[in-house]
C-alpha cells in the first residue's frame, strides 16, 4: 500500500531559527495534505497541494510540492513558540486518507 | 457549525471487554474516517463510511468494526480487547470522503481508551 515517509522525526528550534520538514512517496501522489496536531490536540487541516511543482504561503509558512509529484515540504519561517506541535503530511487514495509518519517540532523559548 | 463530536472522551477498559465509541460528525458530511492514533504507530487508517457503506477498511483485525447510520453520524466498535488496543481514537469527517483531492478531514477530539 501506499507509504508516505516524513523527516526528521523530532526536531528542536531555537525560538526564531527556521523550521523544514519533509514528506516523501515512492510512488506519484494525486495530492498532498498537510495538518498540524497541538500537543494533547487533534490533526488540523492546514492546506491541499495537487499541481505539480506548486507553492503555497500562509504566513510564515511555505509549503511545497515536488516536481514529480513524489515528495512534499513544509518550511516555517521565523519560528514562534505557537508552532510547537506534529505536523503530517498526507495523501488521498481510493476513499482513503494516508498519513506521514510526522515531525515533531519543539520550540525553545 | 459545530465541528465532528466525539464520544466519550475517555474510557477505562478491562481485556476482554468491548466498547463502541461514537463519532457525529459536521453538518452535511457525508464521509466519516476513523483512525487510531498511538505513539508508535502515528495515525493508522481502520475504515471510511459513506451514506452508511463502508468503503475501505486499513490492516486491523475482524476485532475492529463500524457502522454509519442514515444521519452520517458513526460507531466504532472494539471486542475483545486487548493492551494493545490502548490509543487514541480519531474520527475525521470530510464532504466527499478519502479522496483528500477533493476534501480535507475535519477530526474530532478523539476518544482515549486505556486497556487495563
Known amino acids: 500500500g501506499q507509504q508516505v515517509m516524513q523527516i526528521p522525526q523530532y526536531q528542536h528550534v531555537q525560538e526564531g531559527e527556521d523550521f523544514t520538514t519533509y514528506c516523501n512517496s515512492s510512488t506519484t501522489l494525486s495530492n498532498i495534505q498537510w495538518y498540524k496536531q497541538r500537543p494533547g490536540g487533534h490533526p488540523v487541516f492546514l492546506i491541499q497541494?495537487?499541481?505539480?511543482?506548486e507553492v503555497k504561503k500562509q504566513k510564515r509558512l511555505t509549503f511545497q510540492f515536488g516536481e514529480a509529484k513524489k515528495n512534499s515540504s513544509l518550511h516555517i519561517t521565523a519560528t514562534q513558540t505557537t508552532d510547537v506541535g506534529t505536523y503530517f503530511c498526507a495523501s488521498g487514495g481510493y476513499q482513503k486518507v494516508t498519513f506521514g509518519t510526522g515531525t515533531k517540532l519543539q520550540v525553545i523559548p | 457549525k459545530a465541528g465532528v463530536t466525539q464520544t466519550p472522551r475517555y474510557l477505562i477498559k478491562t481485556r476482554g471487554q468491548q466498547v463502541t465509541l461514537s463519532c457525529s460528525p459536521i453538518s452535511g458530511h457525508r464521509s466519516v474516517s476513523w483512525y487510531q492514533q498511538t505513539p508508535g504507530q502515528g495515525l493508522q487508517f481502520l475504515f471510511e463510511?459513506?451514506?452508511?457503506?463502508?468503503?475501505n477498511k486499513g490492516n486491523f483485525p475482524g476485532r475492529f468494526s463500524g457502522r454509519q447510520f442514515s444521519n452520517s453520524r458513526s460507531e466504532m466498535n472494539v471486542s475483545t480487547l486487548e493492551l494493545g488496543d490502548s490509543a487514541l481514537y480519531l474520527c475525521?469527517?470530510?464532504?466527499?470522503?478519502?479522496?483528500?483531492?477533493?476534501?480535507?478531514?475535519?477530526f474530532g477530539n478523539g476518544t482515549r481508551l486505556t486497556v487495563t
Open positions: 497541494l495537487v499541481k505539480s511543482g
Open positions: 475525521a469527517s470530510s464532504l466527499e470522503g478519502g479522496r483528500a483531492q477533493n476534501s480535507p478531514l475535519h
Open positions: 463510511y459513506f451514506s452508511e457503506t463502508q468503503r
